[in-house]
């Protein structure tokens, strides 16, 4: 039952949004409940404060009613609000004088990266180290990376998103996606052997 859902997601997606468009405020509201979730998660990847997450989410809400029409269907639903709410999310960074991605410090953040390594970009450390220690850590490399690796990371690593939906919401190639995803591994592996050299011989 659950996987006939999620195949017809997409299709009553489409009809909200078709309702939507023809001025059914309520098939919108169905859409926000049936996505909000994943926006909030995904905004807290950017910033930990509630506030400013509930505003990031608002304004990605806000952007894609304004702006639905232009919305291709070339692509899920998904893909298209995730690409407003990570502009969004910068933006608002951006304009604050602010690092991107400190919501690392999120233990289910650092789980689900975690969660996904084997050789990937969180490379684990000792098993005796404090949960919270391991969230300071990671949250100490990410931070030094550039914008494009943090966010293909956030993608790939906590959100678990496959290659082609990380190329649509980005706007580049599948062969780009594996290239930053690559890069961004070595230089998350090489900051955090200068930042923590003690996790040499884990890796």
Request: charged content about 25%.
């Amino acid at each position: 039952m659950a996987i006939h859902a999620m195949q017809t997601a997409p299709k009553e997606d489409l009809r909200l949004v078709e309702e939507s468009l023809a001025g059914n405020q309520l098939a919108f509201q169905l859409l926000v409940e049936r996505y909000q979730g994943r926006m909030f998660a995904l905004a807290r990847h950017y910033t930990r404060n509630p506030s400013e997450v509930e505003d990031i989410v608002q304004d990605t809400f806000l952007k894609a009613f304004t702006h639905l029409g232009s919305f291709e269907r070339q692509s899920s639903l998904y893909t298209w609000l995730a690409r407003i709410a990570i502009n969004t999310a910068l933006d608002f960074l951006k304009r604050h004088g602010r690092s991107p991605v400190q919501a690392v410090e999120d233990l289910e953040v650092v789980q689900g990266l975690d969660r996904s390594r084997p050789s990937s970009a969180a490379p684990a450390p000792d098993a005796g180290l404090e949960r919270e220690e391991i969230a300071k850590i990671t949250h100490q490399v990410l931070a030094e990376l550039p914008e494009i690796f943090r966010t293909v990371l956030v993608l790939r690593e906590f959100e678990e998103l496959p290659y082609q939906e990380i190329a649509d919401i980005l706007g580049i190639s599948i062969g780009t996606v594996e290239s930053r995803l690559f890069r961004a591994r070595a230089r998350f592996r090489d900051k955090l052997l200068h930042l923590h050299p003690e996790f040499e011989h884990g890796l």
